[in-house]
């Protein structure tokens, strides 16, 4: 990507990374039996295959080791929020549905702009804030109707997905103390191996079917362990805010792709909220150089 600048190809890593988060939804539901502790520790497990494996190629077996010896307190923290929200997220999954779950991870933009604020002394910008309270008032209008059958069960799941966006905002507050100095990847690996180690025990003995150990496969390498790798070098180059911001996408996009390969028509209220958010995206990233550009 030549002609782009470093803030450039970092915005479109975080357009890829959502982007493949996105499609969690619709592959679970292609799976046979695959549930919960069982379901959890195959992505896990092959997100950490997918992560080491590419760690190896760049910097051979010897480096791998190096680089988590390297992470520091900050890494192992970053992998111990990893591994919170590649647990919470597909347990949220399990008791409530997709749209509710999503609903909940959209606080984490403004989450992150605290903490941003709070512990990095970052300044947002006023664009930023109003795109993120634009996005969340987007987002809510998407699942207005979902939100309304809250109870029991869903009332469950839903507050187990609330400590997906805790665990996101302190993720990208931990990268970005780490600064240019540490590569944080490792600790996406760290994650992955916490979440596998966690869930094993639950999920003894394995007894998944080689139809969605496949699916599985895909998850673990493609919707967990590449985007997240593209997400931390990201955001060497973006804002904490501007990184969780870009991640709102993964909402967009999930009820798209269910409604084009898994047959549910999205709702009016999604094509609104979605053009709010993209809106809101489109903003944000643009409003610097037209500001640039007449000044």
Known sequence: MPHFTSHQRAILLMIIAPTLWSI?????????????????????????????????????????VRTVRAVGGLGILSGMMWCVMFVCFMFALTRTTVANTLIVMSVSPLLTAFLAWMVLKERIAQRTWLAIMAA?????????????????????????????????????????RAGHGVDLIPAVLLGSVFSAALMLPFAWPLQTSLHDIAILATLGFFQLGLPCMLMVRAMKHLSAPEVSLLALLEVLL??????????????????????????????????????????
């Open 24 to 64: 969690a939804g619709v592959l679970t539901r292609h799976l046979d039996s695959a549930r919960g502790f069982e379901l959890t520790f195959w992505r896990s497990f092959f997100s950490a295959i997918f992560v080491a494996g590419a760690l190896m190629f760049q910097q051979g077996p010897g480096g791998v």
């Open 254 to 295: 999930g009820p798209l792709w269910a409604w084009m390969w898994a047959g549910e028509v999205p709702a009016t209220e999604t094509l609104i909220g979605g053009a709010v958010v993209i809106g809101a995206l489109v903003f944000n990233e643009l409003a610097p150089a037209r500001a640039r550009q007449f000044s």
């Open 136 to 176: 969340f008032i987007g987002i809510s209008w998407m699942f207005v109707n979902s939100m309304s059958e809250v109870g029991g069960q869903h009332l469950v799941g839903m507050l187990i997905a609330s400590a997906v966006p805790v665990a996101a905002a302190v993720n990208l507050i931990a990268i970005k």
